[in-house]
């Protein structure tokens, strides 16, 4: 069984709409990730939250929200969609203080905005 | 500025040959460095790490060498097999930065039969 679900799998988006990206995870971390991949951006980092808070930003754009409504949840908000946001994003986990920060991935949402 | 770099972009070795993949990195406070790698159409999983305690990290065919001094490391594998192709992300964290893994552009690797 999958430790980490994303949903959708695949999503085709028109410009200007919005869409939001669900992920669950079931490894009782209490650390959550988004990172996002596309050719230019081989694994870049969006957000990170320990304990539903919010820790570190690297998202220059306001139209990219994450949202935690319990522990094990973190979607991701995505308003005012455009072409360059088109990739796969990534939701991950970890547990911190076990001496590293090893991450469990999803198995991403492909994201095509036309 | 990309903290973390990586090289060669793309790798092709033989069979049984030796895949050195390589990283560098900027930021002297990262004390934590991962290995993920990545199959076509899936995602990165981890695949071995080090602390800079250490200079080496070995399991199995894969092992890291790591160079404080010179803010580098390497990732051998040996006895390099078809299946062993993927793309190989070096990746560096630091206490001091909350959890967040910065990766590096990552090594695609082909492993021809």
């Known amino acids: 069984d999958p430790k980490i679900i994303q949903k959708p799998k695949y999503l085709v988006a028109v410009t200007g709409s919005e869409k939001i990206l669900i992920c669950e995870q079931y490894?009782?971390?209490?650390?959550m990730y988004w990172y996002r991949q596309s050719a230019k951006k081989p694994l870049e980092f969006m957000f990170s939250?320990?304990?539903?808070?919010?820790?570190d930003n690297q998202t220059a754009s306001s139209r990219f929200q994450p949202q935690s409504s319990k522990k094990n949840h973190l979607d991701l908000q995505i308003t005012a969609l455009k072409p360059d946001d088109s990739a796969t994003y990534f939701c991950?986990?970890?547990?911190?203080?076990?001496?590293?920060?090893?991450?469990?991935f999803g198995s991403g949402t492909r994201l095509l905005v036309i | 500025q990309q903290q973390v770099r990586q090289s060669p972009q793309s790798l092709t070795v033989w069979e049984g040959e030796t895949a050195i993949l390589n990283c560098s990195y900027e930021?002297?406070?990262?004390?934590?460095f991962p290995w993920y790698w990545q199959f076509p159409r899936e995602s990165p999983a981890l695949l071995i790490a080090?602390?800079?305690?250490?200079n080496k990290k070995e399991d199995g065919r894969f092992t890291i060498f790591f160079n404080k001094r010179e803010k580098k490391l390497s990732l051998h594998i040996t006895d390099s097999q078809p299946g062993d192709s993927a793309t190989y992300f070096c990746a560096a964290s630091a206490d001091n930065m909350g959890y967040k893994l910065t990766f590096g552009t990552g090594t695609s690797l082909l492993v021809d039969p």
């Open positions: 930021d002297s406070t990262f004390d934590y």
């Open positions: 490894l009782g971390h209490n650390a």
């Open positions: 991950a986990s970890s547990q911190p203080g076990q001496g590293g920060t090893d991450y469990t």
């Open positions: 080090i602390r800079p305690v250490s």
């Open positions: 939250y320990s304990y539903q808070k919010l820790m």
